[in-house]
């Protein structure tokens, strides 16, 4: 009965060591395995979002184009107050100022 005993508490033992093994095991693939995950999702993220970025330039160029272009021809034919156009300009390059003042210190603070 003794054997008996002493075999059960050894093949616990064991059991108890595999488990611990099993545990430094996957600590060290979550480890290794989490910054190459992040890494990987990152450059995808990165491809997506480049041509969303591009567009939205552009479309926001158009648009200040267009904008700028039909209050001047408003402007040149006396329908707009001069002054009214100087301040939708200045408005205007705050706008261009901030937006690209916004862009450049997210792409320093990533890095």
Same mark, same amino acid.
């Given at each position: 009965m003794?054997?008996?005993?002493n075999q059960t508490i050894e093949v616990e033992k064991e059991k108890?060591?595999?488990?611990?093994?099993q545990a430094k095991n996957f600590?060290? $693939? *979550?480890?290794?395995g989490f910054p190459l995950i992040e890494r990987y999702?990152?450059?995808?993220?990165?491809?997506i979002e480049a041509p969303r970025f591009k567009w939205t330039f552009v479309i926001f160029g158009v648009l200040l184009? $267009? *904008?700028l272009g039909i209050t001047?021809?408003?402007t040149f034919y006396d329908k707009l107050n001069p002054e009214n156009f100087t301040f939708l300009l200045g408005i205007l390059i705050g706008s261009i100022i901030t937006l690209l003042g916004d862009i450049l210190s997210n792409f320093g603070g990533n890095n």
């Open positions: 003794a054997t008996n005993q108890v060591r595999l488990q611990q093994e600590n060290k $693939l *979550i480890d290794k999702l990152n450059a995808k993220l990165e491809k184009i $267009l *904008i001047a021809f408003l």
